[in-house]
């Protein structure tokens, strides 16, 4: 429902208005895979949400009540009483005018419940368990995660940073509770090859595919650092089976990003993922990840 750009609401199932690589579309992310902060923050939620923008964009906000989706999760029915509120509040200063600055925006968002039920499995990007919760262990009490975040385009550059963490109260078997805590960050940094524009929706490329004309789309190099952090009273408390969950993970990866139109897409790209812990002695092994996705989108 859309009464004004300032006011509208929207009911039923969508992304949370929290992770910044979460809420932009799978049709944009320079990864095959996101980062570990989506790893974090919840996915599509159930719920109702205001949002909206003022000043033609340079303030926008979301905030709603929603079910409460589990970290990196998506919720299609509500296990338990209990609600989310989440917000989200993301100002880019320069957007109205024509800076250089014009596509810098930073913002903060969270979420905070109570919540019951199973705790999320927490996967790297070759969707290997990277995090065992002790069996038994369970939500019990109260969740928040909160992430500050920024992005920014000028020309044929990109750079796209967010931080997200975790906090949920957890019950053991037998009755004690302790908190759960995780952080990760990231930052992603893309340069166009074609002198076409990077943009936080994705690539248009201003000469879409034709071999018949010697136009071949636009070509994206992209780089990325991120990793996922357990404090240290999570390990010390037992709530993560020591032998099979990495204290600290942190990745880096590279990629080619070939954009025939506007609805197809090449991607190809490498990520290289480090370990503390993990293992039944010492670190996990690395893990070395290569990711080819063909992309048709309408």
């Known amino acids: 429902f859309k009464p004004s750009p300032k006011l509208r609401v929207r009911v039923g199932k969508y992304k949370a208005p929290v992770g910044l690589e979460r809420l932009q579309s799978a049709t944009a992310t320079s990864f095959v895979e996101r980062a570990f902060p989506t790893a974090l923050v919840p996915n599509r939620d159930v ?9 033609g964009g340079v303030v926008s906000y979301a905030g709603g009540i929603f079910d409460g989706a589990p970290d990196g999760g998506s919720a299609d029915s509500d296990t338990n009483d209990s609600k989310d509120l989440a917000g989200r509040l993301f100002v880019s200063p320069w957007k109205r005018g024509e800076s250089a600055l014009k596509d810098l925006g930073f913002g ?3 979420t905070s419940g109570t919540q019951t039920g199973p705790l999320p499995a927490y996967r790297s990007g070759g969707q290997i368990s990277v995090i065992t919760i002790v069996t038994g262990i369970t ?5 928040t995660r909160w992430s500050p975040q920024a992005s920014f385009y000028s020309g044929r550059f990109g750079l796209l940073a967010e931080y997200a963490e975790s906090s ?3 019950k053991k078997a037998d009755g004690t509770r302790y908190d759960l805590d995780a952080s990760a960050w990231q930052a992603t940094l893309t340069v166009v090859l074609t002198g ?5 929706s994705g690539l248009r490329p201003t ?9 071949w789309g636009a070509l994206e ?5 991120h990793g996922l952090e357990l404090d240290a009273a999570s390990v010390d408390n037992g709530l993560i089976d020591p032998t099979k969950s990495a204290r600290e993970i942190s990745a880096w990866a590279v990629g080619l990003n070939w954009s025939l139109t506007r609805n197809v897409k090449q991607m190809a790209d490498f990520e290289h ?8 002695s010492g670190d996990r092994e690395s893990e070395n990840i290569f990711f080819i996705r063909t992309q048709l989108s309408f």
Do not use: C, N, W
Request: aromatic letters at 8%; proline letters at 2%; glycine letters at 14%.
């Open 47 to 55: 719920g109702v949400m205001l949002h909206g923008e003022f000043l």
């Open 139 to 143: 939500a019990d009490g109260t969740r």
């Open 273 to 280: 993922v480090s370990f503390k812990g993990g293992a039944a």
């Open 207 to 215: 000469s879409p595919f034709d071999a018949s004309k010697g136009q």
């Open 108 to 110: 903060i968002a969270g």
């Open 196 to 200: 076409d524009k990077a943009s936080y």
């Open 221 to 225: 190099l992209v780089a990325r650092v």
């Open 168 to 170: 949920s109260a957890v």
